[in-house]
């Protein structure tokens, strides 16, 4: 199950051997940009060797975490930008997923299986990338915006397990 890293002062660093693959997109702040990052985290995610479900579950996390950056933290301002991260290690598959909003504190979020957390129209999206990822972080940038990282381990023996 994931959960929430710390900050960089605080948490873990593993080394799971050099990218052989990494890729930068900069997304436009707009709905067709959720798909189009769906898309490209799949394709390194596969050639990674992640299957089916797995597949499933990182491109569902990829899907909420880019919407939220793109609804909530840019609030759909086409002149914010998204920039996706995916970098491939034999041993990882890591996602960045970069906006230019406010930030936000996910301890502030109810919880979705709450009785006031299922009325909300909203909130699952980070409880279910949380839960579908190896690791999940939520870091504010220094600039502004929001970075957060999610990492899904080829070997489930890297992550504890």
Known sequence: MGHIGL???GSTVRNTGPALEIRVRTLESTLESIDCAESAVLEVATRGGFRE???????????????NAIVHGNRSNVRK????TISRTADELRILVSDQGDGF??????????PQGLLEGSG?????ARTFMD????????AGGTTVTMVKYLRPAIAGR
């Open 81 to 84: 930008k998204v920039v996706l």
């Open 105 to 114: 504190d996910p301890d502030c979020l109810l919880d979705p299986l709450s």
């Open 7 to 9: 900050s960089a002062a």
């Open 53 to 67: 479900t797995t597949l499933e579950h990182i491109g569902l996390a990829v899907h909420e975490v880019v919407t």
């Open 124 to 128: 699952r999206g980070i409880y279910l």
């Open 135 to 142: 690791e999940f972080c939520v870091q504010p940038d220094d």
